[in-house]
């Protein structure tokens, strides 16, 4: 079995350094997923109320031969849920499903600036971890902006955002902002789903010298970015080589490489993008 380093977050408590995706699985695909995952290795699971399969994750989390306190469990509040009475029934509701007597990581999912309920959902967030229902909670999509209006409204910073982040869209500036205030940069879509990272010349000349595939090549650039990525896959082979990153080191050069290309973004705007 794969042993995974862990990071240690803002707020004293540790998290893996990398952890699996499960959008878009349904509940019987994740249940399926994240039991083969958890049996090879893997103590990071990452689901979310819109993905429609937290109680797939909790089926697989319940029936796994590791012990509950060695796993974390992460879900996201969606954005139709947004306000301080409105995270707390939906996180009860996320709670039920999943099966849990707690959740180590709570994110918001996406700030919705227009709707401008945030800071009320984040000051229902301190207060699930204040209760102890809730280990750690964070954010997904925020901006630098976002993050010091929380930080200005209620003294509590994120533990973690979660944002796009790969080769096409490495995030220089939110990275550094991130740790300059000791907030964990945490990646989805750290393959860049839908780009051609992985058929990349580059990419491949660099996972050559190494003898690795270009995906655990990618994958192995978040690592020493200091990013904790969360790759999707159904696949048990594929899990377990995404899982197989911390037994080589890319250069400097090598790293300046898989991000030398013209950067776009896959996914939605945060000032503007609104999801449900």
């Known amino acids: 079995m794969i042993s995974i380093p862990n990071h240690t977050l803002n707020d004293g408590t540790t998290?893996?350094?990398?952890?699996?995706?499960?959008?878009?699985?349904?509940?019987?695909?994740?249940?399926?997923?994240?039991?083969?995952?958890?049996?090879?290795?893997?103590?990071?699971?990452?689901?979310?109320?819109?993905?429609?399969?937290?109680?797939?994750?909790?089926?697989?989390?319940?029936?796994?031969?590791?012990?509950?306190?060695?796993v974390v469990v992460t879900t996201k509040l969606p954005g139709r849920h947004h306000g301080y009475e409105e995270t707390l029934a939906s996180f009860e509701e996320s709670r039920a499903r999943l099966g849990l007597e707690y959740v180590d990581l709570y994110l918001i999912h996406w700030?919705?600036?227009?709707?401008?309920?945030?800071?009320?959902?984040?000051?229902?967030?301190?207060?699930?971890?204040?209760?102890?229902?809730?280990?750690?909670?964070?954010?997904?999509?925020?901006?630098?902006?976002?993050?010091?209006r929380l930080e200005k409204e209620t003294g509590v910073l994120p533990s973690v955002n979660q944002v796009e982040l790969h080769p096409f869209f490495p995030q220089e500036e939110l990275r550094s902002y991130h740790a300059d205030k000791g907030v964990l940069v945490e990646s989805w879509s750290p393959l860049g789903r839908g780009s051609q990272v992985l058929d990349d010349l580059t990419v491949a000349s660099v996972a050559e010298a190494h003898g690795v595939t270009p995906a655990q090549a990618v994958?192995?650039?978040?690592?020493?970015?200091?990013?904790?990525?969360?790759?999707?896959?159904?696949?048990?082979?594929?899990?377990?080589?995404n899982l197989d990153v911390f037994g080589f080191e890319l250069d400097a050069a090598q790293m300046r490489a898989i991000a030398d290309r013209a950067h776009r973004r896959i996914g939605g705007d945060p000032e503007v993008h609104e999801e449900f």
Do not use: C
């Not at 690592?223 to 377990?240: C, F, H, M, N, W």
């Open 15 to 70: 998290i893996p350094a990398l952890g699996l995706g499960t959008w878009p699985m349904d509940d019987a695909q994740a249940e399926q997923s994240v039991t083969a995952a958890l049996e090879m290795g893997y103590r990071l699971v990452d689901t979310a109320t819109n993905y429609r399969n937290e109680t797939g994750v909790g089926r697989a989390v319940a029936r796994a031969d590791v012990p509950r306190e060695e």
């Open 111 to 148: 700030p919705l600036p227009r709707v401008d309920k945030y800071v009320d959902s984040w000051k229902a967030m301190i207060k699930l971890r204040e209760d102890g229902l809730v280990r750690s909670i964070g954010v997904s999509n925020f901006t630098p902006a976002h993050i010091e």
């Open 219 to 241: 994958l192995r650039w978040h690592i020493q970015l200091g990013a904790l990525p969360v790759p999707k896959s159904a696949d048990p082979g594929r899990q377990r080589a």
